[in-house]
């Protein structure tokens, strides 16, 4: 036990507590001040993320073994007055063995049989294999310029947060150590929502998964055996929960220690993991779904697109078709209806990493808040529904308006390449992010009127705001045409199709405009 | 339309019909840079107002509404160029008038004038009107150098006529 680094003890979760300051504490420290942390303080979403995970499945077990089953009174009861810090600690310190980040036998949330096994024994690998921010071996750069040949050493407590992170986010592929390829962490290409409490022992009481039945044999990483090389080349097998989900070794990962201080790593040894196989009937407890072209598709990251315009896939369907909301947000709801607050806003966090195969593409938080109401209303969300997908065909008029005059403007406008390069242009252009930040900037107003069911002032106000955000794209597009005389034929011959688009948005009352608006 | 404008059409309306002399000085006028034929001055000097200088381009546009007029005598009100130059187009069935009218939406200012007397002198052979005072107004704003205050009135100008000419094309297909 190299340095003793226990988790426990050692500093080493960044929180942020609610006067502002913000400093590392252990496991210990941070459930004992719970009520006065307003949540963690990691940076990068894929660790901020796992990282509340580790704090749920620690939560959940420590009721499970502290009080048998719960029930959401109790859960209540916390939420007002902060967690059973006892419970908590009672556990911690039960299975502090297993918290020691250099343990011979039981390494935290590691396979301590890479350092004896034939595949691994005589190898290892640059810290930054398990750094999702980093460039290692043929990943493209996401952020890192770095070359991994020569690994810097990196204290202990970032290097576990990135681990964490990236074995819940690891996108499958190439191994190729013990196994050539393995399956995708838990998290893998999916946009994760997390409701948030002023606190963190709010957080983490809104967020817990309820106990059920099955849920005594659902255990975490540190309560299982350790894993052998048996295991590691075991076929994928099912989570048996989500404390299995939440801290699934879904790779298999060995620090190694720089010193007998063990308070820097620069190298690791690596293999497959126990791969998880995806059971469409247990969805993840995070991951929201939407309807796709084949069935629901987890809601992930994609291109430019923010979350807020997937918003009604966190929102209930009875229908089932168009959505499957993330178990979470109905807990939360729930506990919040219990509480018996006056209908308020719950504040969300969705954050995420988008893959394609092995490449990282992007990485984001949002925070939004969703008003109770349409947590708890179908109808309600329904009609929200309705209203973003008008949004999203008035968007898709536009461009097909807008592509036809970008091609009119190109030479040769009527080789049949050229309608998809006008499309290209419109799409990498600056109109879709005018377009749909202008509407972004009007969802705050939308939605309280929607949970009010404000029917005549919810249409009328998103009329008003499809309106403002079409001119601005096309005013947008316009500049982007520039002002030959190419581009002022394109424009003439357009601009009648646009207007007419917008024909249905205008006051009845006021008369159009003599010069459009986007000059 | 200002009234100054106007003022000055019923001035090129009435030289037209009593004044065949001085129409030629203006017609022949058009051979050189808008301003700068003495036997235009008498005619054309008076409506310049007071304060504006040589190269102004208010001007300038009066010097070449008017040898336009002087090519075309036939005022009508409410017709700007770009409308009567799509009506023209449907009239006659011919691809050429619009790449000239391209031409013109592309040139410099000091193109516009020789652009103007080509299309002009179509819209004279078939006898079509047109709003020498709107004209007057637009070239006005077209001359005007736009790099200085920022106004850029030369595109917003650009953009109406392409908007009339091709509005014209659609409501007749």
């Known amino acids: 036990m190299k340095g003793r680094v226990c988790l426990l003890d050692q500093a080493w979760l960044p929180v942020r507590y609610t006067d502002g300051q913000v400093r590392e504490v252990g496991l210990l420290q941070l459930f004992a001040d719970a009520d006065r942390i307003s949540g963690l303080a990691e940076t990068t979403p894929p660790s901020l993320i796992a990282l509340y995970r580790l704090l749920l499945a620690i939560t959940h077990r420590a009721f499970i073994r502290g009080l048998g089953r719960w029930s959401i009174s109790d859960i209540k009861r916390y939420y007002r007055e902060g967690l059973p810090v006892a419970v908590l600690q009672d556990y911690l310190e039960h299975w502090r063995e297993r918290f020691y980040v250099f343990h011979p036998t039981w390494p935290f949330m590691q396979v301590a049989a890479l350092a004896t096994a034939e595949e691994t024994r005589e190898k290892s690998k640059p810290w930054t294999q398990i750094s999702l921010a980093s460039s290692n071996g043929n990943a493209p750069v996401l952020f890192d310029h770095a070359v991994d040949t020569l690994a810097t050493r990196v204290p202990v407590a970032q290097l576990l947060r990135q681990m964490l992170g990236f074995l819940q986010y690891t996108p499958g592929g190439l191994v190729k150590t013990v196994r050539d390829s393995d399956k995708a962490g838990p998290l893998a290409n999916t946009a994760a929502i997390l409701p948030l409490g002023d606190t963190l022992a709010q957080t983490l009481c809104l967020a817990l ?22 295991a590691l080349l075991a076929a994928p097998s099912l989570a048996t929960g989500p404390n299995d989900r939440y ?100 504040a969300v966090m969705v954050l995420g990493v988008a893959s394609d195969k092995a490449k990282l593409l992007r990485w984001r938080v949002e925070r939004f808040n969703l008003p109770q109401a349409l947590l708890g209303q179908e109808d309600a969300a329904q009609v929200l529904r309705h209203y973003l997908r008008l949004g999203e065909e008035l968007f898709g008029e536009l461009r097909k308006t807008a592509s036809a005059m970008l091609a009119k403007a190109m030479p040769d406008p009527d080789h049949k390449d050229t309608g998809s390069r006008a499309r290209t242009i419109f ?58 005389a190419r581009a002022l034929r394109a424009r003439a011959q357009s601009e009648p199709f646009y207007l007419g688009l917008l024909k249905p948005l205008r006051p009845v009352t006021a008369s159009q405009p003599k010069e459009p608006s986007n000059v | 339309m200002s009234d100054h404008a106007l003022e000055f059409i019923q001035h090129l309306q009435s030289l037209a019909q009593k004044n065949r002399g001085a129409l030629a ?15 235009a001055f008498p005619h054309v000097e008076r409506f310049v107002p007071a304060s504006s200088h040589a190269e102004d381009s208010y001007r300038l546009a009066l010097y070449v509404t008017a040898a336009l007029f ?16 799509g009506r023209l187009i449907s009239a006659r069935d011919s691809g050429s008038i619009e790449q000239r009218f391209v031409a013109l939406l592309a040139a410099d200012a000091e193109d516009v004038p020789q652009y103007l007397r080509q299309l002009v002198s179509l819209l004279a052979a078939d006898g079509h009107g047109l709003d020498y005072a709107s004209l007057l107004q637009d070239l006005s704003a077209y001359l005007r150098p736009s790099q200085f205050d920022g106004r850029d009135d030369r595109n917003k100008v650009r953009q109406r006529w392409a908007r009339d000419f091709y509005r014209q094309l659609t409501t007749q297909a």
């Not at chain 1, 039945?213 to 048996?230: C, I, N, Q, S, Y």
């Not at chain 1, 990251?301 to 929102?315: K, M, V, Y």
Request: glycine fraction near 8%; include cysteine.
């Open chain 1, 209 to 230: 998964h309820p106990a059920s039945l099955e849920a005594e044999g659902d255990l975490p990483a540190w309560e299982r055996p350790p894993p052998d090389m048996a």
């Open chain 1, 247 to 346: 801290t699934r070794l879904s790779r298999a990962v060995l620090l190694l220690p720089d010193d007998e201080n063990g308070h820097t790593v620069s190298q690791i040894r690596f293999a497959a993991g126990l791969a998880l196989a995806e059971d469409e009937h247990a969805p993840d407890h995070m991951a929201s779904y939407r309807a796709g072209n084949t069935g629901m598709v987890r809601l992930g990251f994609s291109e430019g697109r923010a979350i807020w315009r997937d918003l009604p896939t966190f929102l209930p369907d009875a229908s089932g078709k168009h959505a499957l909301p993330a178990a979470v947000l109905s807990h939360a709801s729930k506990l919040l209806t219990q509480q018996g607050v006056t209908p308020g806003w719950l």
């Open chain 1, 427 to 484: 799409d990498n252009g600056p109109a879709p992010a005018a377009y749909f930040s202008s509407l972004e900037s009007r969802l705050p107003q939308l939605l309280p009127l929607i949970a009010n069911m404000q029917a005549d002032a919810v249409d009328h106000y998103w009329k008003e705001a499809r309106l403002a955000a079409a001119e601005i794209a096309w005013a947008s597009v316009c500049r982007q045409l520039g002002d030959s």
């Open chain 2, 25 to 39: 000085a203006l017609r022949r006028s058009a051979g050189f840079a808008p301003g700068t034929y003495p036997p």
């Open chain 2, 70 to 85: 002087a090519r075309h005598p036939q005022h009508m009100a409410g017709q700007s160029l770009a409308t009567t130059l």
